[in-house]
């Protein structure tokens, strides 16, 4: 044993140690030629940034003070975006007509940024957590395809309902409607997750196998029930499916806010998180409640996932984006800084993309396409990579 | 002190554990050893509430384990499972102060560092404390996680096959650290071991099983026979004695 830690002791400097002395003045020589005639400018900022960020990845807080400085530019550019002229217009000739444009802009601007915000926490919380206890990074609830479940019930309230007792949807509007999608998905997710709750990790792959299933047969029940549908009834459904970030289920926002914070203080403490991402047994083994504890996990990320839905309409690939950029940002495994990275990432994500929406391309596109779009490909990424560590 | 009593567990038709009944004793290493599939790992995993049984009860200390509230019994059982692989990246430091959660609950204080700083020392890896535990070899892992282990500070420790994967030098060590750590210690330390000379040389008390059924619990010395050993691993051998210790031949025999 203690021959061993001589030679670890010894691995960690150089292999060349033997006589440094002798090695030094060619060495320096060496590396005074190559950057003789001075590198190009982009390959000297590229190596600063590098060392930026390595250092920026031993201090976590830092890094997530950047990020938000960073979103909160991104939030106040959408708001004010092409208003600055108003303001001074209305400095320079006092006319009410420049303030009522500001007023009437900034009010329709709002609601998305509220959106953004509880939508990101949403998302990123319930796609760490929800890692956390699969053990799986590739794996989040809406590539599970949860969303596919909420637009079911959507489809058959009214289905069932519409041509009958029409009275009955009118009930079923905002927030007793939201309640009860809350309550059927929550009931969903945890039959879904059953196997989860025994079988620890091994449970993933069924996990995945059930619900593809499940949201296939989801999906196509929804399409056809869609196609019996009368016009008219299609019409409300159509005003649920297209909730989007320009334009969020606002009767539903206070509610959202209040079960996404209660979900949240529900939530068991980053050092358990963190204890339970060594495993089911080793936390079992620490003094872990596994079955209670996952069971609450998995009611809290059904409750999110529910309450991002309502609000903006499904967004499949954002958890996956946000949850995965922030792990490769961080490199730390404590959830005390994973979860706020996560809920950033995913923000500055819609944030950017709204922007782009709103103010560039002027509503030519919708933000899910671009989302998934790049979501995807680091998807497909992400597989790959997989792939090439386990070969 | 750990207490059996007609535990059995059945995978489908096939029972794993057959109305298995013995008594742990403690302050010593007891091997668990057997062929494979006879149920030592199964056994460990009931003992350290990681599987349930179908019917018979595990006793601690006196009390039927599932009395014990989880935050209670992790500070009296500590649980090294087989195979770990772990899917964060962390630094070995940091694996072994999850063994101070069950007293801390993740708020470290000086008397948690002091202990970590124990069991680091205890496997010889305070010089490499910082190093990524994927960056390291088979033997170093098993060290880290035993480190693990030993921080949590409980009375008694169970093992699952820690010796897996690992070459002669390197599951020389581990036994020769646990041995020294008991007999320093006094704690009870349960072992699945499937060599049954690493079990003799270092354990006080040998537990045999064989297709789910107990057939032995005796002494380490009683149990290096050559009919002992035939019955329990269906297996040729003979036993040479050198040094005044017995070992087992079974290799080309």
């Given at each position: 044993?203690?021959?061993?830690?001589?030679?670890?002791?010894?691995?960690?400097?150089?292999?060349?140690?033997?006589?440094?002395?002798?090695?030094?003045?060619?060495?320096?020589?060496?590396?005074?030629?190559?950057?003789?005639d001075?590198?190009?400018?982009?390959?000297?900022?590229?190596?600063?940034?590098?060392?930026?960020?390595?250092?920026?990845?031993?201090?976590?807080?830092?890094?997530?003070?950047?990020?938000?400085?960073?979103?909160?530019?991104?939030?106040v550019?959408?708001?004010?975006?092409?208003?600055?002229?108003?303001?001074?217009?209305?400095?320079?000739?006092?006319?009410?007509?420049?303030?009522?444009?500001?007023?009437?802009?900034?009010?329709n601007?709002?609601?998305?940024?509220?959106?953004?915000?509880?939508?990101?926490?949403?998302?990123?919380?319930?796609?760490v957590?929800?890692?956390?206890?699969t053990?799986?990074?590739?794996?989040?609830?809406g590539?599970?395809?949860?969303?596919?479940?909420?637009?079911?019930?959507?489809?058959?309230?009214?289905?069932?309902?519409?041509?009958?007792?029409v009275?009955?949807?009118?009930?079923?509007?905002?927030?007793?409607?939201?309640?009860?999608?809350?309550?059927?998905?929550?009931?969903?997710?945890?039959?879904?997750?059953?196997?989860?709750?025994?079988?620890?990790?091994?449970?993933v792959?069924?996990?995945?196998?059930?619900?593809?299933?499940?949201?296939?047969?989801?999906?196509?029940?929804?399409?056809?029930?869609?196609?019996?549908?009368?016009?008219?009834?299609?019409?409300?459904?159509?005003?649920?499916?297209?909730?989007?970030?320009?334009?969020?289920?606002?009767?539903?926002?206070?509610?959202?806010?209040?079960?996404?914070?209660?979900?949240?203080?529900?939530?068991?403490?980053?050092?358990?998180?963190?204890?339970?991402?060594?495993?089911?047994?080793?936390?079992?083994?620490?003094?872990?409640?596994h079955?209670?504890?996952?069971?609450?996990?998995?009611?809290?990320?059904?409750?999110?996932?529910?309450?991002?839905?309502?609000?903006?309409?499904?967004i499949?690939?954002?958890?996956?984006?946000?949850?995965?950029?922030?792990?490769?940002?961080?490199?730390?495994f404590?959830?005390?800084?994973?979860?706020?990275?996560?809920?950033?990432?995913?923000?500055?994500?819609?944030?950017?993309?709204?922007?782009?929406?709103?103010?560039?391309?002027?509503?030519?596109?919708?933000?899910?396409?671009?989302?998934?779009?790049?979501?995807?490909?680091?998807?497909?990424?992400?597989?790959?990579?997989?792939?090439?560590?386990?070969? | 002190?750990?207490?059996?009593?007609?535990?059995?567990?059945?995978y489908?038709?096939?029972?794993?554990?057959?109305?298995?009944?013995?008594?742990?004793?403690?302050?010593?290493?007891?091997?668990?050893?057997?062929?494979?599939?006879?149920?030592?790992?199964?056994l460990?995993?009931?003992?350290?509430?990681?599987?349930k049984?179908d019917?018979?009860?595990v006793?601690?200390?006196?009390?039927?384990?599932?009395?014990?509230?989880?935050?209670?019994?992790?500070?009296?059982?500590?649980?090294?499972?087989?195979?770990n692989?772990?899917?964060?990246?962390?630094?070995?430091?940091?694996?072994?102060a999850?063994g101070?959660?069950?007293?801390?609950?993740?708020?470290?204080?000086?008397?948690?560092?002091?202990?970590?700083?124990?069991?680091?020392?205890?496997?010889?890896?305070?010089?490499?404390?910082?190093?990524?535990?994927?960056?390291?070899?088979?033997?170093?892992?098993?060290?880290?996680?035993?480190?693990?282990?030993i921080?949590?500070?409980?009375?008694?420790?169970?093992?699952?096959?820690?010796?897996?994967?690992?070459?002669?030098?390197?599951?020389?060590?581990?036994?020769?650290?646990?041995?020294?750590?008991?007999?320093?210690?006094?704690?009870?330390?349960?072992?699945?071991?499937h060599d049954?000379?690493?079990?003799?040389?270092?354990?006080?008390?040998?537990?045999?099983?064989?297709?789910?059924?107990?057939?032995?619990?005796?002494?380490?010395?009683?149990?290096?026979?050559?009919?002992?050993?035939?019955?329990?691993?269906?297996?040729?051998?003979?036993?040479?004695?050198?040094?005044?210790?017995?070992?087992?031949?079974?290799?080309?025999?």
């Open positions: 044993m203690h021959k061993n830690e001589v030679n670890l002791a010894n691995d960690e400097t150089s292999p060349l140690d033997t006589s440094p002395n002798a090695l030094e003045p060619s060495n320096a020589g060496l590396v005074e030629d190559n950057y003789k001075e590198p190009p400018w982009f390959k000297r900022l590229f190596t600063r940034f590098k060392a930026f960020t390595e250092s920026l990845q031993k201090r976590p807080k830092t890094l997530l003070i950047l990020l938000s400085v960073f979103l909160l530019i991104l939030l550019a959408y708001l004010f975006y092409g208003l600055l002229a108003d303001v001074f217009d209305y400095r320079a000739t006092g006319d009410e007509f420049y303030l009522n444009i500001l007023r009437f802009s900034l009010e601007r709002y609601p998305t940024i509220f959106a953004i915000i509880i939508v990101a926490v949403c998302v990123g919380y319930s796609t957590i929800f890692q956390t206890v053990g799986a990074r590739i794996l989040t609830p590539v599970l395809g949860f969303e596919n479940v909420y637009m079911f019930i959507q489809t058959a309230l009214v289905f069932l309902m519409a041509s009958q007792f009275g009955v949807v009118y009930v079923l509007e905002g927030n007793a409607n939201y309640a009860f999608s809350v309550v059927l998905m929550v009931i969903f997710s945890l039959l879904v997750f059953l196997p989860l709750l025994t079988r620890g990790s091994k449970g792959f069924i996990l995945l196998l059930v619900g593809i299933i499940l949201s296939t047969l989801f999906a196509s029940l929804t399409s056809y029930m869609m196609l019996l549908i009368d016009p008219n009834d299609f019409d409300i459904i159509q005003g649920r499916m297209f909730a989007s970030f320009t334009n969020p289920n606002l009767s539903v926002m206070i509610g959202a806010t209040v079960a996404a914070v209660l979900a949240i203080l529900f939530t068991p403490s980053t050092r358990v998180l963190d204890v339970l991402s060594l495993g089911r047994e080793n936390a079992i083994g620490l003094g872990i409640n079955k209670i504890v996952v069971l609450r996990i998995l009611v809290i990320v059904s409750i999110l996932v529910a309450v991002s839905t309502v609000l903006v309409g499904p499949m690939f954002l958890g996956l984006l946000a949850a995965n950029l922030a792990y490769q940002l961080i490199k730390n404590r959830h005390k800084y994973t979860i706020p990275a996560a809920i950033l990432v995913a923000a500055i994500f819609v944030a950017l993309g709204q922007f782009l929406i709103y103010h560039i391309v002027t509503m030519q596109m919708q933000l899910p396409v671009i989302i998934n779009l790049v979501g995807g490909v680091y998807f497909i990424f992400l597989l790959l990579r997989e792939r090439k560590k386990s070969a | 002190m750990f207490e059996i009593k007609n535990v059995t567990k059945a489908g038709t096939r029972k794993v554990l057959d109305n298995v009944s013995l008594t742990f004793p403690t302050g010593k290493i007891t091997s668990l050893v057997g062929s494979n599939g006879a149920g030592k790992s199964t460990l995993s009931v003992m350290a509430r990681f599987l049984q019917s018979g009860s006793y601690f200390e006196g009390k039927n384990i599932n009395e014990y509230k989880n935050s209670e019994i992790a500070k009296k059982v500590a649980t090294l499972r087989q195979n692989t772990i899917n964060i990246r962390l630094k070995i430091r940091e694996l072994v999850f101070r959660f069950p007293h801390s609950r993740g708020r470290l204080n000086k008397d948690d560092e002091k202990i970590i700083d124990r069991a680091l020392e205890w496997l010889s890896l305070t010089h490499m404390q910082n190093k990524f535990i994927d960056q390291l070899s088979g033997g170093e892992r098993q060290r880290a996680f035993i480190a693990m282990i921080a949590q500070d409980t009375d008694h420790i169970l093992l699952d096959e820690p010796l897996n994967n690992l070459d002669m030098k390197h599951s020389s060590a581990i036994m020769r650290t646990l041995r020294d750590f008991v007999d320093q210690t006094q704690k009870t330390i349960i072992i699945v071991v049954i000379n690493c079990a003799a040389g270092y354990s006080e008390e040998i537990v045999a099983l064989k297709d789910g059924k107990l057939v032995l619990q005796a002494p380490a010395n009683e149990i290096m026979q050559e009919s002992v050993i035939g019955e329990v691993f269906d297996v040729k051998c003979k036993i040479v004695e050198t040094g005044g210790r017995r070992m087992c031949v079974y290799h080309n025999v």
